[in-house]
């Protein structure tokens, strides 16, 4: 049996069921929660014969059940403290003197500030929804976070939270490990590092020791050492809780740590779909007309494949650009030993302070030895149509590509 998952919200099915008077044990309402009442947010503001009112969204109510209620009844200071810090943002912004406007004895809010305060309220709710998604979905123990103080734009739609590679039919990601080390400490002789012909690529704090362009061998699901083991770091995920937030520059959106990062840490894997480089040459051409930037060349020993975090990523898919980045890109092995295929880790390349947004540099340039054969290998895809840089570092090129 194959079935279609319900985009629909539970409250949306909610008020659906109640609208047409309808029972559904599966989505809470039952005879006994039918006629429940529970505030969702506040949409609207009066005072009438010296009695302040709420306009009253109910939960799991379509928006016609809306009722006035006066103050006094409401039990919700969180959205009562909402619905004042929302009035008071907005009346900032276009510079207005006062919320309310006296006739005929009525104090009321204008048309304009309440119907911000309803946007504002569902964005709140729809961020906490989405928050809720992609912790539901990640696979490491950090928090994701999700804030929005400078617009109305909500979750990012046709979006899908990954935490691993998705390859495009034809394309094994998983291949050419058939054994791992013997080592009941790594790093020994035979580690995996060593057979590969590099060197171990952590020191005994966990973190990096080798230069940009050279590759990291980790060990893999066949290798007797056990999780706490030294060589074994990107595949744990993320350990650091950060937050996806909203620029007020116009880069839509960003990341930033909500925890101190020491240099040389691992901070995230870039992941995506993973598609054949024709395939990535014809969703360039359409992405160069959106100004987007999502596609990675996984060029590391040859350039037939690439990543496309577009649609389906993780939280790098939200990393800014920058000329100045505090994160720099390594290819990792794990599980898959093909050139072709590497994992891409980012890395910090200093002290990242709590609430510092994350950036990459989409050209891979600067700190990166050029002169390595194997640089090359950490270049996103090529851009047809120049894209203006709005990262504001002082060295900054100008321009994405």
């Known amino acids: 049996a194959w079935y279609v998952p319900c985009l629909a919200s539970l409250e949306t099915l909610q008020e659906l069921c109640r609208k047409e008077n309808l029972r559904c044990k599966s989505i809470g309402i039952t005879n006994k929660s039918l006629k429940r009442y529970e505030v969702e947010y506040l949409c609207d503001y009066k005072v009438e014969e ?16 809306n009722t006035w209620e006066p103050q006094k009844n409401l039990k919700c200071p969180v ?34 500030v309440a119907d911000y305060i309803v946007k504002k309220a569902k964005q709140r709710i ?4 989405w928050k809720e998604e992609l912790n539901r979905k990640k696979n490491h123990k950090a928090m994701i976070l999700v804030e929005n103080t400078v617009d109305l734009e909500g979750p990012p739609i046709d979006f899908y939270y990954i935490n691993e590679y998705k390859p495009a039919p034809g394309i ?29 690529a952590y020191n005994k704090r966990k973190k990096l020791k080798i230069q940009p362009g050279l590759p990291i061998y980790e060990c893999n699901s066949f290798c007797r050492c056990g999780p706490d083991c030294l060589n074994r ?17 116009g880069r839509g959106w960003g990341v930033k740590t909500l925890q101190k990062i020491k240099t040389n840490s691992f901070v995230m894997e870039y992941v ?5 480089s024709e395939e990535a040459e014809r969703r360039g051409q359409l992405y160069d007309n959106q100004g987007n930037t999502y596609l990675f060349d996984l060029d ?28 720099q890109v390594f290819n990792v092995f794990i599980d898959n030993l093909d050139l072709r295929l590497p994992r891409i880790a980012l890395f910090s390349t200093r002290t990242i302070k709590a609430g510092e947004e994350l950036t990459f540099d989409y050209q891979m340039k600067g700190s990166i030895d050029l002169t390595s054969d194997s640089a090359d290998g950490l270049s996103p895809s090529k851009k047809r149509i120049r ?11 100008g321009y994405l590509n």
Do not use: M
Request: glycine share 6%; aromatic share 10%.
């Open 387 to 397: 894209t203006v840089c709005k990262c504001g570092a002082v060295c900054c090129r």
């Open 300 to 327: 590391y020993d040859s350039d037939e494949f690439t990543v496309d975090a577009a649609r389906y990523g993780n939280v790098s898919h939200f990393v800014n650009h920058s000329c100045d980045p505090n994160l």
């Open 50 to 65: 010296g009695t302040e009112y709420y306009l009253v969204k109910w939960k799991g109510w379509p928006e016609s059940s």
């Open 126 to 129: 729809a961020l906490q929804r």
């Open 172 to 200: 094994n990601v998983l291949n050419g490990i058939t054994t791992g080390c013997e080592c009941a400490d790594c790093p020994a002789e035979k580690c995996c590092p060593k057979e590969a012909g590099f060197i171990l």
């Open 233 to 249: 770091i990107v595949q744990k995920g993320t350990p650091y809780s950060l937050c996806i937030f909203r620029t007020n520059n």
């Open 79 to 112: 959205l009562l403290q909402n619905f004042l810090t929302d009035k008071n943002e907005y009346l900032s912004r276009v510079r207005e003197g006062k919320a309310l406007k006296v006739r005929n004895h009525v104090k009321a809010l204008k048309p304009a």
């Open 272 to 276: 995506g779909e993973v598609i054949t």
